[in-house]
Each structure stands twice: as C-alpha cells, then as structure tokens.
C-alpha cells in the first residue's frame, strides 16, 4: 500500500477519533453534576437549583446530540479505513463497542427523552431517577469505550490464530491491566471538564453582570469540587504512568524523550527534560533543560533507578518522539494549573469574597475562570494523543501493526475519506458551537412556572436581575 494513503488513513481517523473526542466528556461528567443539582432542588425545593437545571440541560443535550453524530461517524471509520483490523479484532473488540451501543443508544437514550421532555408530565421523583440513570448510563458508555481502547494497550486474554483475535479469558481481555488505571483517570478528567464547563459559564454570566446571585452558587459549588478532583486526577495519571512503564515502555520512553538508557550504577543519572528538542534520527535530543535524577524519581522512587530508553527496541518499533513528548506535557501543566485555579478559589472562598455581594469585584479571577473553561478540552485532546501515538507503530500493542490492521485503499480513495470526513465533522463543530452560543446569549428561563407532575407554582426570583441591566443593583458597591 502506498505510504502516503496510509499517511492520510492515519490522519483521517485521528481527525475524526479527535472532534468525537471533544463531546462524550462533558456529557458523562454534566450528567452527573445535573443529577446532583436537582437532586439538590428535589431535597431543598430552591427554586434556584430548578433553573440551573433546566439551563445547563440545554447545553447537555447540544453536547449530547454532537456526541452521538460524531460517535456514530467515528464507528463507521473504523470499518471504512481500518477493515483488516476490524475483521481480526471482532470477536473482542466488536462484542465491547456493541455492549457500548447497548448502553448509549438504548439504555442513555431512553431516559435522556424522559429527562428532556418529562417536565410536567412525570412527577419530580421519577424525573430524579431519569436523570440519575442518564448520569450510570453515560459513565457505562465510556466503560466499554475506554475498555477497547486499553485492550488495545495491553492486549490480555486473546491469542491470534488465522489472522483472528480469539478471546481465551473474557475477565482477563476486559479487565486488562491498562484499563484499571485509565477508565478512572479517564472518568475524572470527564468531572473535572465539567466542573470547569459550569465554572466557566457561570463566571461568564457574572462578569456580565447578569443572574449573579443564580450563578455565584454552581461557580462557589464546583470550585470547592475542583479542589478534590484536580489533585485526585494528577494522582491518577501518575499511577497510569506507571501502568504504561510496566506494560508499554517504548511510549513512556517517547512521551519523556528517553533515548538512552543508562546505567544504574549512579555514575550517569537519569534526568527528567522539561523542554527539548527530541531528534528521532540520531536519537537523542539535540538539547534539553532537564531535572537531573527526575525522571528516576518519578517512575523508580530512586535516585539513580533505571528507565528503559528507546535505545532498547528496534528502530521499527520505536513511537515518533514529538508528539507524545509535547502532547504529555501540556497536559500535565493544564493539570496543575487547574489545581492552582482551584486553589485561589478556595482561597477567596474562605476570604468571604466569592459572596453575591462581592464576586463581581474579582474580574481578574473570573476571567482566568472563563478562560480555564476551554483547558480541560486541550488536556483530554492532548492525553489522548500521547496515548495513541506513543502506541505507535502498533494497532494492538505487540500483536498487530498499523500497516497490517489498516484498509487497503489508493491515495484518491483515502483523500476522499479525508476530506468527506473533514467537511462533516467542522458542520458538526460549527453549529455545535452555534447553539451553546445562542443558549448563553438567552441565558436561564427565569419566568416560565415551574411544572412538575402537577405540581405548579410561578417561577419567580425577586433577587434576579433583569437581563437588560447589565449592572444589578445588589452587585453594585
């Protein structure tokens, strides 16, 4: 096969692997903080807590609604540019994403309709439990696809006979030592991108001085939420990272521009490069500014403790350096910035100047707010890159490679794909982006009676502003 339609194969399901990727994140961690909010209002009866609802659900079910376009789109491409290796993988990796439609297209789709359109016609318990199974059903959808996924890291419980993956272990094949550690690294980078999401919108809406005392409680509430899961996740990518070391260690190798490795014997350490300039041809980096022992600190818990370096594989089982070494490292320092945004949060919080009458005074923070909105989209991207490319040259780590797994097809037919999956894709973005637009230019319904089950009472605020006044009386000095 001509490298080149390769080439465009691989960028072809990179592209469209990448814009599927912005959505199922923020539906799986938004149902869940939907969930909690009314559970909230279904405990207190604050009205406030029944408009956030109904205002952030508008935004789930745009975001929902591109998920499953792109994600279906997504399912086609794997047996339109990657055949051979969706006829071999079947047995396992068919069943996973089957079990996977089950749940997102049957079990999340059928309470998402009870969700949406129950209002008033189902009482506020049973709308509770809709929710709820919408929040189970979206974490079960990323179960099974985070489980494809890492069985393609660390393949377990299959043998290959005839050019087919048999499953010989289904506890070992699902349960696959990769998957322990990234399905709850993947789950709480989906919770912190919407914490995120909702502090982003909601400092948003403060800036412009609008609905403030409606949106000063979710940005309070998931900051203090964003204290626990953004060190919680940095812990739980150090202990992937580890997992990686053990069962993929030319891509821990690539992700930390690892090309030699040295003796352990303390007379050479092994250094840790923040920046470098790796050069996969002589094999080395051409320069770095590194930590001397960090990186025998981090993988070892020693000084002087060896890490394999790409000088131990093949040149052709090496991963391309660039990417995974730039892609991990963005993402760590998202992380820990998150975590610093979390922090002053907590800080102000407990200073009493995060209150209604005071948090529109810290335009500095809610602009670092609204702009920590769209980081967590760059961190996930990132990751997942690091991810898949460090695998590299590898479809299914150790047992099939890229150019055995993928569609035999001439450079006309792959760039036709490309560019059929391009246009798609940025009409999915664009009015994607347009409708959450127009849902935050019109803001919460703050008139409308609130409707449950028969249940009906005006829906009225007496401390909400007026949209048109873009500076309430009560955020006033």
């Known amino acids: 096969m001509d490298p080149l339609a390769v080439l465009l194969t691989r960028l072809d ?112 318990g049973m709308h509770l439990f809709a929710t709820f199974n919408v929040m189970v059903s979206s974490s079960l959808s990323a179960f099974w696809i985070m489980d494809a996924n890492s069985w393609m890291q660390s393949p377990t419980g299959v043998e290959m006979r005839d050019g087919i993956f048999h499953v010989t272990d289904w506890g070992a094949a699902i349960f696959n030592p990769n998957f322990l550690s990234s399905f709850p690294h993947m789950w709480i980078a989906a919770l912190e991108m919407a914490l995120f999401f909702v502090i982003g919108v909601s400092a948003w809406f403060v800036l412009k001085g609008r609905y403030v005392t409606l949106f000063q409680r979710p940005l309070q509430y998931a900051l203090i939420a964003a204290l626990v899961a953004t060190p919680l996740q940095i812990y739980l990518g150090d202990a992937l990272g580890h997992v990686v070391g053990d069962t993929q260690p030319a891509k821990l190798a690539a992700m930390e521009g690892h090309y030699k490795t040295y003796n352990d014997d303390g007379s ?36 002087n403790g060896k890490v394999e370096g790409l000088d131990q594989f093949k040149p052709e089982n090496r991963p391309p350096v660039w990417v995974p070494f730039y892609s991990f490292r963005l993402m760590v320092a998202i992380g820990f910035f998150l975590f610093a945004v979390a922090v002053w949060g907590a800080y102000l919080t407990l200073r009493g100047r995060l209150s209604v009458g005071s948090i529109t005074h810290n335009r500095w923070f809610l602009r670092t707010l609204v702009f920590s909105a769209f980081l967590p989209y760059v961190a996930i991207w990132t990751g997942w890159w690091a991810r898949d490319i460090g695998r590299q040259p590898w479809l299914v780590q150790g047992m099939m490679r890229i150019s055995e797994g993928v569609s035999r097809m001439t450079v006309f037919e792959a760039s036709l794909w490309l560019i059929g999956f391009t246009t798609f894709e940025l009409f999915v973005w664009y009015f994607t982006w347009y409708f959450l637009a127009k849902v935050m230019r019109e803001g919460p319904d703050m008139d409308s009676p609130v409707v449950m089950g028969g249940d009906e009472r005006l829906g009225h605020l007496e401390d909400t502003p007026d949209t048109d006044d873009p500076e309430p009386a009560y955020a006033r000095p």
Do not use: C
């Open 13 to 124: 399901f990179a592209w469209v692997t990448s814009l599927h990727f912005l959505y199922p994140p923020l539906t799986i961690g938004l149902s869940t903080l939907l969930f909690l909010t009314e559970w909230r209002w279904f405990q207190t009866d604050d009205e406030h807590w029944y408009r956030l609802v109904r205002f952030f659900e508008k935004l789930f079910i745009i975001n929902f609604g591109a998920g499953v376009a792109t994600g279906v789109t997504m399912e086609m491409a794997f047996g339109i540019l990657y055949g051979p290796f969706s006829q071999a993988a079947g047995p396992f990796f068919g069943q996973v994403l089957g079990y996977e439609t089950i749940t997102a297209f049957m079990y999340e789709a059928g309470f998402i309709g009870l969700m949406v359109f129950g209002w008033g016609k189902i009482s506020r």
């Open 268 to 303: 050479v350490n092994t250094a840790w490069p923040i920046v470098a300039w790796p050069n996969d041809a002589k094999g080395q980096n051409d320069w770095a500014i590194s930590v001397p022992y960090g990186l025998s600190l981090i993988e070892t818990y020693s000084l």
